[in-house]
C-alpha cells in the first residue's frame, strides 16, 4: 500500500507540471517514467492475455507484468487470426500506456476554446460541469435529444458509449468512422454479393491489390504471410496504384495508374472476361441476377482496355493479360476488397464492379477466394430505450441517396459549421476520435466545434480534438480495462477477451465506468426536462406512477450500467458456451471449440488453430448440387434476389446508377501546373493512437511529400525542401520527397501527422495533417468523404 501511495504522488507531480503548463510541456521522458515504475515490487508479477488496440485488427498478446509494471507485448498464438503475430506498432503499445503527455484526469476548460487551458478537476466536478450544460441546452431546446451529437472511432468499447448515448440518451447523431473510411466498399460489395467478406489470401492463387497497400497500411498478420507465397511461391500478386509502394515490391506485377480511374480499369477487366468469354460459366448461370443485362451494358459502352488505357495510363495489354490471368486461376482468385477510404466521387460504383469482376471468376465462397466465415455466438444484454417524442431524426438524412446510422460525418459537419442545420446541434461527445485530424477540411471542423455550447472529449491522450472540449473526462488505455468480450466471423471463428492488465493509472477510467457515472448524474435531471416537454410521457404519467413509467420506459439511463464489465462479459460466454469456455477464455485470451484438441505447435513460431478439415470456408446455403463441379452449386446470398446482383433497382428508384457506369464528367481533370493530392498509412503509424508514440517515432519522426522527381526538378525542389501546398480549404508546409515512385501530377503524404496539439510533446507539429488541404466533398450514394480528387498547387517556400 505505501508503494502505492509514492507512486500515485510521483505520477501526480508529473501530470501537475504539465497541468500548470498550459497541458503543454510534459517534463518526464517515457524512460523517466518507466524507471520510476520499475522500483515499484508489491505489485503483481506474471503474463495476462490481453488484445492490441494499436490499430483495428485487433492481434492477441500476452502481456509481461513484473512489480506492477508492463515489461514486453509478446503475440498469443492461440487466435487464428493474429497467428502468433505482433507488429511494430503493437509491440509499441506499451508506451500508450506509459505515455507521459496522456490524459490523467478530468479537465476543465478555462482559457478561451482551443488555446488549451484547462483546470483538473474530478470526476463529479466534471459529471456536474455537464449536467449543468446539458440540463440548460435541453430545457432551451424541449427536450430534443439530437441538439447533441456525437461520435466515436472503431474499437471494443464503441457499443458500451453507443448504449448510452443512442439507446438511452436518445441522440440520432451518430458519427463513426466508416464514412471517412470504408463505408463505400462494404456497402458495395454488401449490395452485391451479400456481404463484404474476407479475402482468403492464404490459399488464393491469383490477387488484385488495388491501392490496398497491405505492406504498409494494414501490416497484419495475414499480410506477412501473403508476402511468403507472392513473386513465384505460390500467389501471384498484381498491384495497382499511383505510387511504387513497400507492397509494390513484394508483389509481381506493378501497375501504375492514375489517381480517381480505377472504376474505368476494373470494367475494362470485365469486359476482356465478358467479351473473350473467360468468365465461369455455371456459377454466372446458377448465380448471377441480371446477368444478360451487365453483359450488354459493358460490352455495348465500349470499355475496351484501350479505352481505359486513355483514362487510367495502364497499357491495353497488361490490363487484357490480367484478366485473362485471373480468370485462369478462378475461382481461387480475388479483386481484394481492402480497407479503404473512399477515393473519388465514383466509388460506390467502383466496389460494385470489383465485386461482380471476382464473382465472375467463381471465387465467392469458396475456399481461395471471398469467404463470409463464421461467427460463434455470445449472449446478450438487452437495455430498455426510451421513446423522445421531441428527438429530431439525423440533420444530414437527405445529404445522399442512403444515410445509414452512422452518418456522414463531413455531410454533417458542413451543415453544422455553414450554419445550414435544420436544427441547432449544439453539443457533441467525441469518444475515441480526432475528427481534428481524420476530417477533410480541419478548418470546418474547427468552426463546427467552435460553434457549439459543449463539447466533451473522452480519450487517452490530448489530441488536437480534445484541445477543443469544453470537458476532458481521461479514459485508461486497453492496457488497463476489460473490454466487451469479442466474437470474430472468419474462416476459423474465436472468441477473444481483452482482459485487465493493470489497473487504470493516475484516475483514469474504462469507459463503461464512465458510462456509469454519467449515467447516474444525469438521469433524474434529464427525466425532469423529458417530463416537461414531452407530450407522450405527460399522458402516460395520467394513468401510471412516475416511478413505472421512469424505469419501464427506459429513462432510467444507469440501467445498462448496474453490472460490472466482467460480470457481463461472462454471462455473454456462458450463456452461450459453458462454463469451461469462461475458464479458457480467460485463462488464454481466446475460446473456441475444441481448442484443446485442434491448437497445435508446428515449431517454434508457428502453430495451427483448426485443423483443415475443420475450417470454415463455405457458409452459404446450397441448392441444386451437382455432383462433381461445385461452381455450379447454386448458392443463396444474403441479397434481395438471392443472387449476385448486376442491377440494383432500388438504387435506380434514387437516380443512382444500377449499373456499375463511367462518366467523364465525374473524374476530376489535372489543369497545368495542379496535383492531385492523396494520402494513405504507414506501416508504424495508424493515426491516433500511435502519433504521439515515440517508440515508433523513432522510426520516422515526420512526414514527407512526395512528387514526381521530373516535376519536383522542374520546379527546382529537391530532397528536404520545405514545399507550402495549397488547396481551396487550406494550406501546409511539409518537407519534400522527390521521387520516381509516383505518377506525375500527383502529390502524396502519409495521413497522421502534424498534430497541433501542444500537448502532445511528440506529435506536435511533426509533419503535416492531410485533412487541412483535402476538400470537404461526399460521393452521392453513402455520403462517404471523397478522400483523392483535390487538386493542390506546390511551390518551393
Ligand atoms: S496489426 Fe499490429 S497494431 Fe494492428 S492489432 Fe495487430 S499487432 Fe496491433
Known amino acids: 500500500m505505501q508503494v502505492e501511495i509514492s507512486r500515485r504522488r510521483f505520477l501526480q507531480g508529473s501530470v501537475a507540471l504539465v497541468v500548470l503548463g498550459g497541458v503543454g510541456g510534459a517534463t518526464l521522458s517515457a524512460t523517466d517514467l518507466l524507471a520510476n515504475f520499475q522500483k515499484d515490487t508489491a505489485v503483481p508479477t506474471g503474463t495476462i492475455p490481453t488484445i492490441c488496440e494499436m490499430c483495428v485488427n485487433k492481434c492477441a498478446a500476452i502481456a509481461h507484468v513484473r512489480g506492477g509494471i508492463v515489461k514486453k507485448l509478446e503475440p498469443n498464438p492461440y487466435f487464428p487470426k493474429s497467428r502468433n503475430m505482433l507488429c511494430a506498432r503493437g509491440a509499441a503499445g506499451i508506451h500508450a500506456l506509459y505515455d507521459p503527455d496522456r490524459l490523467k484526469y478530468p479537465l476543465i476548460r478555462i482559457g478561451k476554446r482551443g488555446d488549451g487551458k484547462y483546470k483538473r478537476a474530478t470526476w463529479d466536478e466534471a459529471y456536474a460541469y455537464i449536467e449543468e450544460k446539458l440540463v440548460k441546452i435541453l430545457d432551451e431546446e424541449k427536450d430534443n435529444r439530437s441538439c447533441i451529437a456525437y461520435c466515436a472511432g472503431e474499437g471494443l468499447g464503441e457499443h458500451t458509449y453507443k448504449t448510452f448515448m443512442a439507446d438511452k440518451f436518445g441522440s440520432a447523431n451518430f458519427l463513426n468512422h466508416s464514412t471517412i473510411c470504408l463505408q463505400t466498399a462494404v456497402s458495395g460489395y454488401t449490395l452485391t454479393i451479400g456481404g463484404y467478406g474476407l479475402a482468403d489470401l492464404e490459399n488464393a492463387k491469383y490477387i488484385i491489390m488495388a491501392g490496398a497497400n497491405r505492406a504498409e497500411a494494414i501490416l497484419t498478420p495475414d499480410t506477412m504471410d501473403l508476402f511468403k507465397r507472392t513473386r513465384g511461391r505460390g500467389a501471384k500478386l498484381v498491384y495497382v496504384d499511383p505510387r511504387f509502394t513497400n507492397t509494390a515490391m513484394h508483389a509481381d506485377t506493378y501497375v501504375a495508374i492514375k489517381p480517381g480511374t480505377d472504376l474505368a480499369f476494373v470494367l475494362a477487366l470485365t469486359f476482356v472476361a465478358l467479351f473473350e468469354g473467360l468468365y465461369n460459366k455455371a456459377f454466372v448461370a446458377n448465380n448471377f441476377n441480371d446477368f444478360d443485362k451487365y453483359h450488354k451494358h459493358i460490352t455495348d459502352s465500349g470499355y475496351t482496355p484501350e479505352w481505359a488505357e486513355k483514362i487510367t495510363g495502364v497499357p491495353a495489354d497488361t490490363i487484357r493479360t490480367i484478366a485473362r490471368d485471373f480468370m485462369a486461376a478462378a475461382p481461387q482468385a480475388i479483386y481484394y476488397a481492402g480497407r479503404r477510404t473512399t477515393w473519388a466521387k465514383n466509388d460506390f460504383q467502383l466496389r460494385r464492379a470489383m465485386a461482380i469482376f471476382s464473382a465472375l471468376g467463381g471465387g465467392i465462397d469458396v475456399k481461395g477466394g471471398i469467404v463470409f466465415g463464421s461467427k460463434l455466438p455470445l449472449g446478450e444484454h438487452p437495455a430498455t430505450a426510451p421513446l423522445y417524442a421531441n428527438a429530431k431524426s439525423r440533420l444530414e438524412k437527405n445529404a445522399a441517396a442512403v444515410i445509414g446510422a452512422t452518418g456522414s460525418w463531413v455531410a454533417f459537419r458542413n451543415l453544422v459549421a455553414d450554419g445550414k442545420a435544420p436544427y441547432p446541434v449544439r453539443g457533441m461527445f467525441v469518444y475515441k476520435q480526432n475528427p481534428m485530424l481524420s476530417v477533410p477540411d480541419t478548418a470546418k471542423t474547427r468552426a463546427m466545434f467552435e460553434k457549439m455550447d459543449l463539447v466533451v472529449v473522452i480519450d487517452t491522450i490530448p489530441s488536437d480534438t480534445a484541445m477543443l ?329
Not at 490 to 501: D, F, G, Q, S, T
Not at 574 to 597: C, D, F
Not at 729 to 756: D, L, M, N, Q
Not at 764 to 770: E, F, I, M, Q, T
Request: proline content about 5%; glycine content about 6%.
Open 469 to 797: 472540449a469544453d470537458v476532458i473526462l481521461p479514459e485508461c488505455t486497453y492496457l488497463e480495462r476489460e473490454d466487451p468480450v469479442q466474437s470474430y466471423a472468419a474462416i476459423e471463428p474465436a472468441i477473444i477477451l481483452r482482459k485487465k492488465v493493470i489497473e487504470p493509472m493516475y484516475e483514469t477510467k474504462p469507459v463503461i465506468d464512465i458510462m456509469r457515472g454519467l449515467s447516474a448524474r444525469l438521469s433524474q435531471p434529464l427525466w425532469e426536462i423529458t417530463k416537461k416537454y414531452d407530450e407522450d410521457v405527460q399522458t402516460e404519467l395520467e394513468t401510471r406512477s412516475e416511478d413505472e413509467v421512469y424505469t419501464e420506459g427506459g429513462y432510467d439511463l444507469t440501467e445498462p450500467f448496474k453490472q460490472s464489465q466482467e460480470e457481463l462479459n461472462k454471462h455473454m460466454v456462458v450463456s452461450k458456451h459453458g462454463e469451461e469456455a469462461w475458464k479458457i477464455l480467460r485463462e488464454k485470451g481466446v475460446y473456441y471449440p475444441n481448442m484443446q484438441t485442434y491448437f497445435t505447435k508446428i515449431n517454434n513460431n508457428t502453430y495451427a488453430c483448426y485443423p483443415e478439415d475443420k475450417k470454415i470456408y463455405s457458409v452459404l446455403k446450397t441448392e441444386e448440387a451437382v455432383v462433381g463441379d461445385p461452381a455450379s452449386l447454386r448458392r443463396i446470398f444474403a441479397t434481395p434476389s438471392k443472387k449476385i446482383e448486376c442491377f440494383l433497382g432500388s438504387m435506380a428508384t434514387k437516380g443512382i446508377d444500377a449499373m456499375p457506369t463511367w462518366k467523364d464528367e465525374e473524374y476530376v481533370r489535372i489543369p497545368k501546373g495542379k496535383f492531385k493530392f492523396i494520402s494513405g498509412r504507414h506501416a508504424q503509424f495508424t493515426q491516433n493512437s500511435t502519433q504521439n508514440n515515440v517508440i515508433l517515432l523513432d522510426l520516422m519522426r515526420e512526414n514527407y511529400a512526395w512528387i514526381n522527381d521530373r516535376e519536383a526538378r522542374e520546379l527546382g525542389i529537391a530532397f528536404g525542401d520545405l514545399v507550402e501546398i495549397t488547396s481551396s480549404v487550406g494550406k501546409v508546409r511539409i518537407k519534400a520527397y522527390p521521387t520516381p515512385k509516383i505518377v506525375p501530377e500527383t502529390i502524396f503524404y502519409i495521413h497522421g501527422f502534424g498534430s497541433k496539439s501542444a500537448a502532445l510533446t511528440f506529435a506536435h507539429r511533426n509533419g503535416a495533417s492531410d485533412n487541412e488541404i483535402i476538400e470537404g466533398n461526399i460521393e452521392p450514394v453513402f455520403g462517404c468523404a471523397i478522400m483523392h480528387d483535390t487538386l493542390v498547387s506546390v511551390r518551393k517556400v
